[in-house]
């Protein structure tokens, strides 16, 4: 058990589930040093997402956590493709927050996940990426030494099979793909491929955990943010029941925090993974078994309800 918090930078596109993910890590920090946010296009444009990350901290009067903006396309695209608004407009769902009251630290997330990285020693520091991998591949290609000083990177994206509970897609955006890996596919296989260790929550295994009511239930009755705790868990409920005949929303990117937290509740296998790049099937993903992968992919969970009985846990403080 690490006796020190795992100095973490949080890369996404908030989107309900990505904030979800950082009021969990803000919650444990003897587990997660928070070095900052770098936010990303995805769920809705950069500057939607860079502004929910802002207010989710002053809603929770949460410390100088810096926050970067980050890319506001695709790496090798002038727009962000069209998403499914699953978060609606805003990228919070029902959810409202007040306008946040801080500014960003600076717009180049890219050179602020650089200069961090070469401040620490290598190998020290995780990235948790719950959105399109643009910042990443961006990263890799600007200053590839200091990406390869990452230690880890978290990924949720990806899917790999028929998706439960209905078996009748491969993916959220489109029958073949997820939205992270399809909003940047080239980013995708880009850092997949890139030779730092990822540890992928693919749609495989974040559609087995459900909201159900019993757990929204269970949010509302928290001590504190009960009712923006359950907005966030039920935001994209309106696509996956109809899409997959889901009981409720599946949590997607909380699983990355989940698994680089506690990997006891998860199965894995390492194996290497290409993305479609282009075409109808662009962000699909594929998996060779290959146990000597920098690449370990979630395959199964053995235990759904101890991931929420963790998440209330800490958001009971
Ligand atoms: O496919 C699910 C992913 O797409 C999550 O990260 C969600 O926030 C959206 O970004
Ligand atoms: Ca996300």
């Given amino acids: 058990m690490n006796s020190s918090p795992i100095p973490m930078i949080m890369d996404g596109d908030p989107g309900t589930d990505d904030l979800l993910t950082w009021m969990w890590a803000l919650a444990r920090p003897t587990q997660v040093e928070m070095l900052g946010i770098a936010t990303v296009h995805g769920n809705v444009p950069l500057a939607r997402t860079t502004e929910n990350a802002l207010a989710l901290l002053d809603f929770l009067g ?50 602020w996940m650089a200069q961090t990285l070469r401040a620490h020693p290598a190998g020290s520091i995780t990235i948790c990426a719950t959105g399109p991998l643009t910042n990443l591949a961006l990263l890799h290609r600007r200053d590839p030494e200091a990406f390869a000083r990452i230690g880890r990177i978290g990924v949720m994206g990806g899917s790999f099979n028929l998706l439960p509970p209905n078996h009748v897609r491969r993916g959220n955006i489109t029958p073949w793909a997820e939205f992270n890996f399809y909003m940047d596919p080239v980013a995708a296989q880009e850092v997949l491929n ?52 889901a009981d409720g929303a599946f949590q997607h990117d909380t699983t ?17 993974v290409q993305v479609v790049t282009t075409g109808p099937a662009a962000g699909a993903c594929l998996l060779l078994p290959d146990d000597a992968a920098l690449v370990e992919v979630a395959t199964g969970v053995k235990d759904p309800a101890a991931f929420f009985d963790l998440l209330f846990d800490a958001l009971s403080g």
């Fill in 62 to 111: 949460a410390a100088d956590i810096p926050v970067h903006a980050g890319a506001p396309a695709p790496a090798d695209q002038d727009r962000a493709p069209e998403g499914d608004g699953a978060f609606a407009e805003s990228g919070l769902g029902a959810l409202t927050l007040p306008p946040a009251r801080r500014t960003i630290a600076s717009d180049n997330a890219v050179a």
């Fill in 194 to 245: 890139a030779g730092v260790p990822v540890l992928l929550l693919p749609l495989d295994v974040t559609h087995l955990f459900v909201s159900t009511p019993d757990r929204m239930a269970r949010a509302r009755t928290l001590p504190r943010h009960g009712q923006e705790v359950a907005l966030m868990l039920d935001a994209a409920a309106h696509l996956d029941r109809p899409k997959f005949g």
């Fill in 256 to 272: 990355v925090l989940a698994a680089l937290l506690y990997p006891h509740l998860f199965q894995t296998m390492r194996g290497q």
